[in-house]
């Protein structure tokens, strides 16, 4: 007997790669813009988590010993929430044939609605299995988005957007949110950079080789005869830092930035209940 689940699995792989033209209509389109925004994205609000090993820590504020790292907003999250779920797969890859990435790091959901998700597509797990899953996607160098995201509470049939936290482990390649850019400003501003970090380049340092170019997946850089940076499209990712083989781009830290984010996460869904 097919299920919902089923059913939605099998929309997402027959229409994920067209969801760029899909995008680009929020713009050509009030009607489907109203539509899409009340449907997959009202009362969003999801922010990108850098990469740990992209970060350096802002020494323009008096830092404090042992400064967190970016992973410890999912750390802490994960700790509190009394419900988390993992996908065997990630939707995204499979949907995209992904050559680069390993498709059986999926998303995490945190939260009541994660009760609520078909044994089909995924489990529950412990803490400590969530937090292994985490380390694994860092090592296989995903980068990871979380918070409300109204989409995956519709297509997993989870019940309140407000009772599912979404932590996704995305690469560059497949990302639903490559397709960023196309969407209306409206619907695109609710995902953001994590709050307290900045994009930082060394003009001198830069040598354009172009990899970071290839690193961005929102089109963020352009690299001609000299580096293009639109920090409209950025979410400061960090994978373009990591990647420069000179030093020349950098992703600046404020201390504080950690315990921001968490605030700003915390109040989405109420993981503990």
């Known amino acids: 007997m097919i299920d919902f689940t089923d059913i939605s699995v099998a929309i997402i792989r027959r229409t994920f790669r067209s969801r760029f033209k899909l995008a ?18 009202e009362g969003d609000d999801i922010q990108v988590i850098p990469r740990n090993s992209s970060i350096e820590i802002n020494h323009r504020i008096q830092v404090p010993e042992n400064v967190a790292l970016p992973s410890e ?6 700790l509190r929430s009394r419900y988390i779920f993992r996908m065997d797969f990630c939707i995204c890859r499979v949907s995209s044939g992904c050559s680069s990435y390993p498709h059986d790091l999926g998303c995490l959901f945190l939260g009541p609605g994660a009760m609520r998700i078909s044994e089909k597509v995924g489990r529950l797990i412990s803490a400590e299995e969530a937090l292994e899953h985490i380390e694994r996607c860092q090592e296989a160098g995903l ?7 109204r989409i995956d ?13 979404s932590v996704c482990s995305c690469c560059e390649c497949c990302c639903l949110w490559k397709m960023t850019p196309l969407l209306s400003e409206d619907i695109a ?7 307290g970090v900045e994009l930082k380049r060394e003009e001198s340092s830069c040598v354009l080789c172009g990899r970071c170019e290839e690193a961005c997946f929102t089109g963020a850089i352009a690299v001609g005869k000299e580096l293009e940076h639109d920090a409209r499209k950025c979410l400061i990712c960090g994978r373009c830092a990591e990647r420069c083989p000179e030093g020349a781009i950098k992703i600046i830290m404020d201390p504080e930035a950690v315990d921001e984010a968490i605030k700003r996460v915390e109040v989405l869904v109420d993981v503990e209940s």
Request: charged share 20%.
């Open 73 to 78: 907003v999912l750390r802490r999250m994960i």
């Open 143 to 149: 980068v990871h988005i979380i918070g409300r995201n």
């Open 189 to 195: 501003s609710s995902i953001t950079p994590m709050e």
């Open 24 to 41: 680009s209509l929020t713009e050509r389109s009030v009607i489907f813009r109203n539509l899409v925004r009340r449907l997959f994205f």
């Open 153 to 165: 509470s519709v297509w997993l049939n989870s019940g309140p957007h407000d009772e599912l936290l």
